[in-house]
C-alpha cells in the first residue's frame, strides 16, 4: 500500500510542478496553476498517509520514487530519453530509499488521524519524542530524559553536568 501511495503522490507532484513549469516557462495561460496548486495539495495530503515515526523518514524513501517518476515524466511527457547518468543516479537513489521503508516501519508511533484533536496529537509527538544519544562522560551536555509519565517540558532542552 505505502508503494501506491508514493507512486500517487509522486505523479501529484510532478503533475502540479510541471503545471507551474508550463505556466512559467512554456507560455501557458495562467490558469493552469489552479489545477497545478490542486495537484500539490494532494501530493502533500498523499504523504502524511504514509506510516511512519518520522516525516523526514518518510520523505526519504519517497525521494527514490520521486526521482523514478521524473525520469518517466521526461520520457513520456517531454519525449526526452534519460542517458545513463539519470538511469544510474535514479537506481543509486532507489536503493538508499529502499533502505528507508524498514527504518520507517520499525516505529510504534501510529499515522496521524482527522479523529485526533490538535492538542491529542500534540501531546502525543511529545510523548513519542525521545533523544537518542549515547551517553558519554567526556560531554559536558546531555539530553533531558523523558521517561514515561515524566515532566517533557525540557525535552527539547539540554542540562549541564555539574553546573
Known amino acids: ?3 501506491l501511495i508514493y507512486i ?3 505523479l501529484a507532484e510532478i503533475g502540479g510542478c510541471f503545471a507551474f513549469w508550463a505556466w512559467l516557462r512554456l507560455g501557458k495561460p495562467i490558469l493552469w496553476i489552479v489545477p497545478g496548486t490542486l495537484s500539490l495539495l494532494v501530493f502533500a495530503y498523499l504523504l502524511t498517509l504514509v506510516p511512519s515515526d518520522a516525516a523526514g523518514r518518510a520523505f526519504a524513501a519517497y525521494g527514490g520514487v520521486y526521482i523514478v517518476a521524473s525520469l518517466a515524466w521526461l520520457w513520456t511527457v517531454e519525449g526526452v530519453r534519460p542517458d545513463r547518468w539519470d538511469v544510474g543516479g535514479a537506481a543509486l537513489c532507489l536503493i538508499g530509499a529502499a533502505r528507508e521503508p524498514a527504518k520507517a516501519n520499525a516505529g510504534s508511533a501510529k499515522p496521524l488521524s482527522f479523529s485526533e484533536s490538535r492538542t491529542d ?9 525521545r533523544f537518542r544519544m549515547p551517553p558519554s562522560s567526556r560531554d559536558w551536555w546531555r539530553p533531558c530524559p523523558a521517561e514515561n509519565g515524566a515532566d517533557n517540558s525540557r525535552a527539547l532542552g539540554f542540562q549541564t553536568r555539574g553546573r
Open 8 to 10: 500517487a503522490a509522486a
Open 1 to 3: 500500500m505505502t508503494a
Open 121 to 129: 496529537t500534540s501531546a502525543r509527538m511529545s510523548r513519542d519524542f
